[in-house]
Nanobody
Framework: QVQLVESGGGSVQSGGSLTLSCKAFGFTRGSFCMGWFRQIEGQAREAVAAVDGDDSTTYEDSVKGRFTVSRNNAKNTLFLQMDSLKPEDSGMFYC?????????????????WGQGTQVTVSS
């Protein structure tokens, strides 16, 4: 059974940095898509960044140049380095994985989800 376990959220002031981690347990497939989504209460979950099966990365426009997504394939771990954080970056961040190699920005296409980790950026 696949399980995603996130860590690294917290509170930081505007301009600060945080690093999120997501460990995937139970994945036997050699390559698969993993991504990060953000959700603000009352709003839809939106894609932030993702790494597909051949390690190509994609980013939501507002985080380009500030966030870096990466993965350690040997350890099935996904990271999100977030720099120059802004209050509008705040939200619940979820790690997600698909059983295929290519990524998508639509949450319903992801098979597995973590429990979420809260990120709060104060001005």
């Amino acid at each position: 059974q696949v399980q995603l376990v996130e860590s690294g959220g917290g509170s930081v002031q505007s301009g600060g940095s945080l690093t999120l981690s997501c460990k995937a347990f139970g994945f036997t497939r050699g390559s698969f898509c993993m991504g990060w989504f953000r959700q603000i209460e009352g709003q839809a979950r939106e894609a932030v960044a993702a790494v597909d099966g051949d390690d190509s990365t994609t980013y939501e426009d507002s985080v380009k140049g500030r966030f870096t997504v990466s993965r350690n394939n040997a350890k099935n771990t996904l990271f999100l380095q977030m720099d120059s954080l802004k209050p509008e970056d705040s939200g619940m961040f979820y790690c997600a994985a698909r059983s295929v190699g290519w990524c998508a920005s639509v949450p319903s296409l992801y098979n597995y989800w973590g429990q979420g980790t809260q990120v709060t950026v104060s001005s």
